[in-house]
């Protein structure tokens, strides 16, 4: 059997590498691949799960939204953050997760030793990363959470998206970005960072020195944005924990065994190698 992580383009993705550590580790009969594919096949992959041919697979961008369609079940975390990034087939069904905003979550509780209750919040961007991260923060009973945005349209829709179950979500200026006073973490969730230049530059007045500065990207290791925190003394942390453990929920979705933080581990530093 395979497993797959479709998206387009796929070139660089490091989950085979993830996944395949873990299933040698546990000695599983599958192999995991990357495949490009165009819109038009997601349905076809579907239909290779719906009758076992594939045992599931991971979404990457772009299609963690459109894929949505074509699911039985989905998640409430999947129907919070209305995407997709693990299929699999259970009981006659075809299951949609979102395991992307629980690895981030479970990344800063376990790396950072981090509690989210009552936490004050400051994310960066309104795209599908923020959604995730926004809708499993909803069940960490967080404090108040500002959020910025270069386009104010997609800032307004997510913020209507979670007031229902979020009193406490305000909206944030993109033009001068500053983080509310004792702000505890700020978290970057857009791809701005990626390219060699790219500052998400933050006024740091009113911080303290606990706060945490958390990007999802990790590539490159150190974006500007935490590179210029951490010069001014902050505490900082990239994607690639997050990467592993949102991939860790999604091997438990498949096979049923959680990993251990050894496991963790392991597939980072191969991760780091490959980086
Ligand atoms: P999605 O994750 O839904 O596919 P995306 O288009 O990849 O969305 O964008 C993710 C986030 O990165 C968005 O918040 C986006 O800001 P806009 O809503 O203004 O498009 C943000 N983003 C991407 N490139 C950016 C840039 N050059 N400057 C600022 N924000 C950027």
Avoid at 47 to 57: F, P, T
Avoid at 59 to 83: G, H, W
Wanted: overall charge positive; some cysteine.
């Amino acid at each position: 059997m395979k497993l797959f992580v479709i998206g387009k383009p796929i070139k660089h993705s490091l989950s085979p590498l993830i996944h395949n550590c873990w299933i040698k580790k546990y000695n599983i009969d599958v192999k995991y691949e990357k495949k490009e594919i165009d819109l038009l096949h997601l349905e076809k992959i579907i239909s290779e799960i719906r009758h076992e041919k594939i045992k599931g697979v991971n979404v990457t961008l772009p299609y963690k939204k459109s894929i949505t369609r074509f699911i039985d079940e989905m998640s409430q975390t999947a129907k919070d953050s209305e995407a997709v990034n693990t299929v699999f087939f259970k009981e006659n069904k075809i299951y949609g997760d979102n395991t992307d905003g629980k690895g981030f979550i479970e990344s800063i509780e376990k790396e950072m030793k981090f509690d989210f209750e009552k936490k004050k919040i400051f994310i960066i961007g309104a795209g599908g990363a923020a959604y995730g991260i926004l809708s499993q923060l909803n069940k960490k009973k967080v404090g108040p959470v500002f959020v910025a945005n270069r386009t104010k349209e997609k800032l307004n829709n997510l913020v209507n998206h979670f007031k229902s179950k979020k009193s406490d979500i305000f909206q944030s200026n993109w033009s001068a970005l500053k983080p509310p006073d004792d702000t505890d973490i700020i978290i970057n969730t857009t791809s701005f960072g990626m390219k060699k230049g790219e500052l998400i530059e933050i006024n740091y007045k009113g911080l303290t020195n606990s706060t945490i500065f958390a990007d999802i990207i990790y590539k490159p290791k150190e974006t500007e944005f935490l590179k210029f925190a951490r010069l001014q003394g902050f505490k900082t942390i990239n994607g690639l924990d997050m990467l592993i453990r949102q991939a860790a929920i999604s091997f438990n979705l498949w096979f049923g065994i959680s990993l251990t933080e050894q496991d963790i581990k392991n597939a980072k530093d191969i991760c780091d190698k490959a980086c």
